[in-house]
């Protein structure tokens, strides 16, 4: 018998300043992404405001989608291409563009998966004091209350937050925050804490029936040897890498232990009884979780190690003084880009999840950044994300037989898309995307060979070849 449920939602991901292009059409206004911010690091390495032109090729890109089987299509909107200034007015093209982006999936029973918020940060919350500051509640609900107006009735899953984690822990590294040092990432962490639970009760209000939780990055962490000390270290990495951002949603409060970690840092956050309050009553109807890789980590003494990133991405590369420090793991092999390849982790951070909190899970990123090559024939022959998917998939059933319930698939990504700090040329997507850093090309899309094979594996609902 197939263990994935009759209506799994298999489908694929993309984020709107990674896939959407068009920064200056349809009125969009400034973002923390855009190449004119300063905080942003990628200007020299990718040309990021075309992206892959799916601003323009929208319709093209859904019917590829509709092609391959999709059931699901996850994807964000760009909060600056729907509030225009930090008075709230409305870009009204912004609003018919996704709904006719809404309209066209609905139209392919492909049921739309919707991140409010995937990093694309508008410039007018940065100059109101950006995400550490408690201006960003006004801006955050009255950007929630438009998306439920006008979209409540077309999407039935809403995402709130795309990975606070990776925000929090290394916002250097994919560019959020360029200046982290600088700030206080931890009061990022709560005001997004505050926000997320604020779009649960309002989306319950304005929507009834709808779905909505968090979308973080989480992986299971080995310790790297069978001393007591790194098991210690074990459980540190799994607080401030996964759990306080989902406790805090699921279970109503922060931990003693991520309290005193902050004190003993001097990074105390300010937070209020009302707030907490809302903790109490806001709780998500599922967990939606990115997954590429597990991390290992060993015990790292007080006085060594700084906080921050041991490699430069956004897996495995994180240290806390006098906590837990992440190391490589000799038994996995390594993606192109250096990222640890682990489907049995997968099966563990299912697990982990569910067993800890008892939510249905949807995996809403997953998958392998390559330098795909076009070839002569036209053609993608990408083997190795095939054979990547396979190990995952088969994974994934075994902890649906471990009892794991989970509603959906979507891995990174639907089609080619920019990275978030390493260009075009890790692709990751089905669908490739005909254009290299700078070099803009005819933007074709061609089927990759993972794109037939996807599509027969959605075809026998999970069963490959
Ligand atoms: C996740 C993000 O961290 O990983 C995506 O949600 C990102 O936005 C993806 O693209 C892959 O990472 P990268 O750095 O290879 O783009």
Known sequence: MNKFPKDFL?????????????????????????PSSKKHAN????DFSVAADHYNHWKEDVALMAEMGFKSYRFSISWPRI????????????????????????????????????????????????????????HYERYCSVLFK?????????????????????????????????????????????????????????????????APNISVNYPASCKPEDFTAKLNMDLLRNWVYLDILCRGSYSKKFL????????????????????????????AINYYSSGTVEAINSSNGDDGATNNDQQSGFAFKGFAKSVKNPNLQKTQFGWEIDPVGFRNTLREVWERYQLPIMVTENGIGAKDVLTEDGKVHDD??????????????LAIEDGVEMIGYMPWSAIDLVSTHEGISKRYGFIYVNRDEFDLKDMKRIRKDSFYWYKELIKNNGDYN
């Open 150 to 214: 006008n979209f409540g009735s077309k999407v039935k899953y809403w995402l709130t937050v795309n990975e606070l984690n990776v925000m929090v822990l290394v916002s250097q590294i994919i560019n959020t925050n360029k200046e982290k040092s600088s700030s206080n990432e931890w009061q990022v962490m709560h005001n997004m804490n505050v926000v997320q639970a604020k779009a649960i009760l309002m989306c319950r209000e304005m929507c009834p029936g709808v779905k909505i939780g968090p």
């Open 83 to 138: 509030i225009k200034d930090k008075e709230g007015n409305i870009n009204q093209e912004g609003i018919d563009f996704y709904n006719n982006l809404l309209d066209e999936l609905i139209k392919n029973n492909i049921e739309p998966v919707v991140t409010i918020f995937h990093f694309d940060i508008p410039m007018f919350v940065e100059d109101d004091g950006g995400l550490e500051s408690k201006n960003v509640y006004k």
């Open 10 to 34: 298999w489908g694929a991901a993309t984020s709107a300043y990674q896939v959407e292009g068009g920064i200056y059409q349809g009125g969009k206004v400034p973002s923390s992404m855009d």
């Open 384 to 397: 190795y994300r095939i054979d990547y998917y396979k190990k995952h998939i088969h994974q994934m059933g």
């Open 43 to 46: 200007k020299e390495i990718t």
């Open 260 to 287: 005193k970690y902050l004190e003993e840092n001097n990074k105390q956050i300010k937070t209020t009884e009302e707030e907490m309050e809302l903790f109490k009553v806001a709780k998500p109807d599922f967990i």
